[in-house]
């Protein structure tokens, strides 16, 4: 069967069942029909957060259809309850845009599924909506003060670094020119469309402590500057009350169920690549309050997802996660020991050796963290007894545990033998967390920490506008923050054809970006894609709804 027939025959249990487990009352849910509800963060509670068991889930360097993070996150999940553990899984919400475009959907797979699974694929309760309409409030708060005779602060249109955002991939939007028709219609500039994930508007949801600091961070976001060189910050437009106003409701995160019946929290989603990759704080607290295992993945390789997620939201939020968990596929293995795409497939144990060295590299990263990770080798039916046996031998001479996770086939019952052993790694006392770099360090050197002793380069060269940009950052008193690095999720280097373990390479900083309000600034290395376009053939054309409402061809 398909995802999405395993989902649609799955029998769900009502929302205040699940909330039940969390030792939730119905009363303090805010239903949206049967089986979804919002989760108010009052019910979080701080004190609870770090008793309990936070359990990242990231990956080794994908191929281009991803090596399964969310299903493994699932399935672990179901694993620990079924060893008699009390787990929650916390996750991203899916876009709109990759759903139609490539990937079809991203809520698990197989017996390894969150559902409602089309709610959670489509609108579910409206956050991206909510995000995407505060973004652009903004916009048209922006414009309208360049339009304005009186009240205008002067913005120089040439400066402005705000975008407006929609959840769609629609590459014809990436450049436009607004404020064409007369002047009744606006004073004509450049903008251009990024889509809704890649909005700071989404980072600084992810970053929220409170309500308050919401406010807070949705004031401070940087805009441009003035004709006499000052900067513009949202708040200089007193946009961020009414841009809270839309967000009223996106900042309660949102509980679901897995096929299993377990809790599911999914909340906010921005990208991996530009941004930090991994669900909202108050997410992974409230799951952290309710829950004494609390499962969650950051986006992309552990280069990206994984860095981001300790070095900037554990950071932030005063997180303390007590394990990792790092999936392999030997699919992915074969890739970085030089298969092509139609190779992925054929047996190999010669390419899964070479294809070694990238996870054996990752391992390594998560140690100088302060984590033995488990490596999960999400199982497909290509895979052989003696390629599985190589990852395991290769893992068990670093120290590493690598096991064979089945959630795909076989939901809980096949993620037993995980769960376990990641009960066992945190059991062991062994893990402890400590971040990469300090926040106050100079940024340069923040970058050059990230850039040596993540992905392994050399050193770290400067475009002339980057040098700019580093000066830019001084002046805007931005030097005491994180670092967000936009890099190809492709390689451990800045250039996504060096596959496997590169070596003797440089990354290029070619410019910054400033996220002052969810709390990081963005060197891009090379060139990042904000407003992805569809494939040749997307997603949506193999969808259909029947006369009942029945969706088909999601998956």
Not at 182 to 190: F, K, L, Q, S, V
Not at 503 to 520: C, H, I, K, Y
Request: aromatic content about 6%; hydrophobic content about 40%.
């Amino acid at each position: 069967m398909t995802d999405i027939e395993i989902a649609q025959k799955a029998k769900l249990k009502h929302i205040k069942e699940i909330a039940a487990k969390l030792n939730i009352e119905e009363d303090s849910l805010e239903l949206y029909g049967k089986y979804k509800a919002k989760l108010p963060i009052q019910l979080i509670d701080e004190d609870k957060v770090n008793q309990n068991n936070l359990i990242l889930v990231t990956a080794m360097t994908p191929t281009p259809a991803g090596e399964g993070k969310t299903t493994v996150s699932i399935g672990l999940t179901e694993g620990l309850n079924k060893i008699g553990k009390q787990a929650t899984v916390v996750l991203r919400e899916p876009s709109l845009g990759p759903v139609f475009g490539i990937k079809g959907g991203a809520a698990g797979g197989g017996y390894s599924q969150v559902v409602p699974m089309e709610d959670i694929n489509l609108h579910f309760t409206g956050d991206f909506s909510a995000i995407e309409k505060a973004n652009n409030l903004l916009s048209a708060l922006l414009d309208n003060n360049i339009q304005s005779k009186t009240r205008s602060l002067g913005i120089d249109p040439r400066t402005i670094a705000w975008k407006r955002v929609m959840d769609m991939n629609d590459r014809a939007l990436r450049n436009i020119v607004i404020g064409l028709g007369g002047t009744a219609n606006g004073i004509p500039r450049e903008d251009g469309f990024n889509i809704t994930p890649a909005s700071e508007v989404m980072a600084i949801l992810c970053m929220a402590e409170n309500f308050s600091d919401l406010k807070k961070r949705l004031g401070a976001i940087y805009i441009g500057q003035t004709f006499d060189k000052k900067p513009v910050y949202a708040r200089d437009l007193k946009a961020e009350n009414a841009m809270a106003i839309l967000l009223k409701d996106a900042i309660n995160p949102n509980l679901v169920q897995t096929l299993e019946g377990n809790p599911a929290i999914i909340h906010g989603g921005p990208f991996a690549n530009i941004a930090q990759g991994t669900n909202t704080i108050l997410a992974t607290k409230m799951g952290l309050t309710h829950s004494n295992y609390v499962v969650t993945e950051a986006g992309f390789g552990a280069d990206l997802g994984a860095e981001k997620f300790l070095d900037i939201k554990c950071v932030s939020g005063g997180l303390k996660p007590k394990a990792v968990v790092l999936v392999a596929t030997i699919r992915a293995l074969r890739h970085h020991g030089g298969a092509t795409r139609e190779q992925y497939n054929d047996a190999s144990v010669e390419r899964v050796a070479t294809g070694m060295a990238n996870l054996e590299k990752h391992i390594e990263n998560m140690k100088k963290f302060g984590f033995n990770p488990v490596v999960a080798i999400n199982r497909f039916p290509s895979d052989t007894p003696e390629e599985i046996k190589l990852v395991q031998e290769r893992c068990a001479a670093m120290g590493v545990t690598a096991v064979e996770s089945k959630g795909f086939t076989e939901g809980g019952e096949g993620t037993e033998e995980l769960a376990q052993q990641v009960v066992t790694e945190i059991e062991s006392g062994k893990n402890n967390f400590k971040p990469l770099y300090d926040w106050n360090a100079p940024v340069k050197e923040k970058i050059e920490t990230i850039a040596k002793e993540i992905y392994g380069a050399e050193g770290v060269e400067y475009s002339k506008k980057a040098l700019i940009g580093l000066r830019k950052i001084e002046n805007l008193g931005l030097n005491n923050i994180a670092v967000c690095m936009a890099k190809t999720q492709k390689s451990f280097s800045d250039n996504d054809k060096l596959v496997g373990r590169p070596t003797g390479f440089n990354v290029t900083v070619r410019e910054f970006e400033f996220a002052a309000g969810a709390g990081f600034i963005i060197p891009i290395l090379g060139n990042m894609m904000r407003m992805p376009g569809l494939p040749a053939v997307p997603a949506s054309e193999g969808m259909t709804i029947d006369d009942n409402g029945k969706i088909s061809g999601l998956s």
